[in-house]
């Protein structure tokens, strides 16, 4: 409907892509709606609530999570198969969003946003008056 | 040990004694080869019929560290364990029941069961193994088996010993 998960290339930052010294990584994200609001789920693990920024400007949804790259403290690895680093992944918000009331919370490695329709796209039903 | 039956399989075929030592070396290869797929194979099957976390796994001397990535899913539904030097983690990740009457209109997240057997760098104490589950990362932390750290073999130089060399 309203939102609109940018693509890597749009967003200019790819999953892995390497950006002044660091690796930015791309969530997973679900998107699903319900009558009053759309819901974004992303897949953040390993993020920390105050480290995670979120950001709307022009139309534009900037979720990023600041993450310690990972760290040789537990010996050596003899298995790496996920990357260790920054979220970043941008969505385009119509108008049809309440942007001021857009509300995040973090929970089990999950970031879910909720945004809240503007009250002219939401459903109402409208009375029948007889004369 | 392994490589016993390898031998005897080889020697069987042909026979041939100027061969002895090629057929040592390719019996060595085998068994290294078959030893190291068993752990991808199972993962390969795994990964058809369900997902598995990514994994990190590190180790120091006396320790095994195991890092995997599941976010989203209720510790209670996940069930590791360990037999020697595997280790399986396994359950499932649910999917909010207020989504099923909504209209989903983009999907990347993956759910239902999950499972991921691995084989650990070494043996480790089964009775050791501690879990902790933060932030959708859930970190499993293993000590080695006693017997499986290296070990410096001290050799004897005894008389006796020195007499038995051809």
Redesign the interface.
């Known amino acids: 409907?309203t939102?609109e998960?940018t693509m890597p290339q749009e967003a200019a930052v790819s999953p892995t892509e390497h950006t002044r010294g660091g690796s930015y990584y791309r969530p997973?994200?679900?998107?699903?709606?319900?009558p009053g609001e759309l819901v974004v789920?992303a897949?953040?693990?390993?993020?920390?609530m105050d480290e995670i920024d979120i950001q709307f400007e022009d139309g534009s949804l900037v979720i990023h999570a600041h993450l310690t790259t990972?760290q040789?403290t537990?010996?050596?690895?003899?298995?790496?198969?996920?990357g260790v680093g920054d979220y970043y992944r941008t969505f385009r918000v119509s108008e049809q969003i309440d942007a001021s009331r857009i509300s995040a919370e973090y929970t089990?490695?999950?970031l879910t946003l909720h945004l809240p329709k503007t009250e002219a796209v939401k459903p109402r039903k409208i009375q029948v008056e007889g004369k | 040990m392994a490589m016993i039956p390898w031998k005897n399989k080889t020697s069987e075929g042909t026979g041939a004694p100027s061969l002895a030592e090629f057929r040592s070396e390719v019996s060595k290869l085998f068994d290294s080869f078959l030893r190291e797929p068993v752990g991808t194979l199972s993962e390969t099957i795994n990964a058809w019929n369900r997902w598995g976390p990514?994994?990190?796994?590190?180790?120091?001397?006396t320790?095994v560290?195991v890092h995997a990535?599941?976010?989203?899913?209720?510790p209670n539904e996940i069930e590791v364990t360990v037999t020697g030097d595997r280790l399986t983690i396994a359950g499932e990740k649910k999917e909010a029941s207020?989504?099923t009457d909504?209209?989903?209109?983009?999907?990347?997240?993956k759910y239902g069961s999950f499972s991921r057997t691995?084989q650990l760098?070494t043996t480790v104490d089964a009775n050791e193994v501690s879990a902790d589950?933060a932030?959708?990362?859930l970190t499993v932390s293993l000590k080695k088996a006693p017997n499986s750290a290296a070990r410096k073999i001290p050799i004897s130089t005894g008389m006796g010993s020195a007499s038995n060399t051809p």
Request: no cysteine; hydrophobic share 35%; aromatic share 8%.
């Open positions: 409907m939102l998960a997973n994200v679900d998107i699903f709606e319900l789920k897949d953040m693990p390993g993020a920390k990972r040789d537990q010996g050596p690895f003899s298995r790496k198969e996920y089990a490695g999950i | 990514a994994l990190d796994v590190s180790q120091t001397d320790t560290t990535e599941l976010p989203g899913v209720d207020e989504r909504q209209d989903v209109f983009h999907r990347e997240m691995i760098p589950y932030n959708g990362v």
